[in-house]
């Protein structure tokens, strides 16, 4: 057993093959990280004493929730910088970095969505930047991390900066899935970090944009639905951006049935999952909240909710993001571990291994075996245990 920096645990195979095959994952992995590390420092000064800070962050929903820790951490190493956040995730939609981030984190969002680069670049120069900090996505490849690491130290001129750290490596994927376990995104970020001087507490933090009226119109939801049924909640998310992440609703039913006496059941998700609910309508004590709520108020119901029951969604990482104890439902499509839930003592997962087809890393799923596989029953049981150990409230 060892463990390299992104890969948080190497389980070397006796087998000569497959042992070899690892060894060069490795060799690869650590190559381009020095790659990369070499090109960082030759470029690029530490940072230190800094007035202002560009942190560059790219993604969808959960990628966003998973910076939120890194993101408080600059800024309670810098307290007085100049912090500006970049990120493409578009002002417009409701699941934004910009939505979700408490402004006093922040100076100024640059959402460069649909920006021509002859656009960006003047920008960025006459902002003058002191330091970049780039938190790089998870399966960033290396060309794509020098290009940005040259991008900002050779085009705009930003003299100190870092980041730059490749984590996945996409070859001989399947003896991966048996023998590595890569690190978890909010500790991956936190380890960048550390790795730079900037320290991190053992436990994430999360700090986001709530406003009074989210309160407010959350309190009112649940409100209503007490003088309705008289139970603590629980949340359900039966719905994913990717058709291979999501459970089959039929499994979903299933556990909901064994709840509902017990808890309000929740279904908590964005307007195109009312699609998937046809065989949940009409059971007793389901309430339906698909697209009644932002991201942000999205959680602060999850928040009152003694659990969440959820696929490999953004509401899976608002839910735990918001203190609440969560199940969730992982396919087989991605590494494991990569996007868990943290502080995992607290939550339970369940992934399929060793199906023909795991870490596909597609966008398509004709089939969805690795979902199908996992066990209502078991899903139940281990809620129970875990209802076993946590106090009801909501």
Not at 18 to 45: C, D, E, R, S, T
Not at 365 to 392: F, G, S, W, Y
């Amino acid at each position: 057993m060892s463990s390299f920096f992104g890969m948080k645990e190497i389980r070397y195979n006796r087998s000569f093959f497959p042992a070899i095959q690892i060894v060069l994952v490795v060799a690869y992995f650590k190559l381009m990280n020095g790659l990369l590390h070499f090109f960082a420092k030759a470029l690029y000064q530490k940072v230190d004493q800094v007035g202002s800070i560009l942190i560059f962050r790219t993604g969808s929903l959960g990628d966003s929730i998973c910076a939120i820790p890194a993101i408080i951490a600059i800024r309670q190493a810098y307290p007085q910088a100049k912090i500006d956040i970049m990120s493409n995730t578009g002002l417009k939609s409701l699941v934004s970095l910009k939505a979700l981030l408490n402004p006093n984190l922040y100076n100024e969002f640059i959402d460069y969505l649909g920006m021509e680069v002859k656009e960006l670049i003047p920008l960025l120069k006459a902002k003058k930047y002191d330091a970049v900090i780039q938190l790089p996505q998870n399966q960033a490849q290396p060309k794509t991390l020098l290009r940005d690491l040259f991008f900002f130290r050779l085009i705009i001129g930003i003299k100190k900066g870092f980041g730059w750290s490749y984590s996945t490596v996409k070859f001989w994927r399947k003896l991966q899935e048996k023998t590595i376990v890569y690190e978890q995104e909010i500790e991956r970020l936190m380890k960048i970090l550390a790795q730079n001087g900037i320290d991190a507490p053992a436990t994430p933090q999360f700090e986001f944009n709530i406003a009074e009226a989210d309160v407010t119109l959350v309190e009112k939801e649940a409100l209503a639905i007490r003088a309705i049924r008289d139970k603590p909640f629980m949340g359900v998310v039966v719905g994913a951006k990717r058709p291979q992440n999501r459970w089959p609703i039929e499994h979903f039913k299933t556990v909901i049935e064994e709840f509902k006496e017990e808890f309000n059941m929740l279904i908590i998700g964005g307007p195109e999952d009312n699609l998937l609910l046809e065989p949940l309508l009409g059971v007793s004590g389901v309430f339906n909240l698909c697209g009644r709520f932002s991201p942000i108020q999205s959680g602060l119901m999850l928040q009152r909710c003694v659990l969440c029951l959820s696929n490999d969604t953004g509401p899976m990482h608002l839910a735990y993001a918001f203190g609440t104890p969560v199940m969730a439902l992982f396919s087989a499509r991605d590494f494991p571990n990569k996007w868990f839930p943290p502080q995992q003592n607290h939550h339970k997962v369940f992934r399929t291994y060793g199906v023909h087809c795991a870490l596909c890393l597609s966008e398509n799923c004709q089939d969805n075996i690795c979902m199908k596989k996992i066990d209502p029953r078991e899903v139940t049981h281990a809620i129970r245990q875990l209802l076993n150990n946590l106090p009801l409230h909501n």
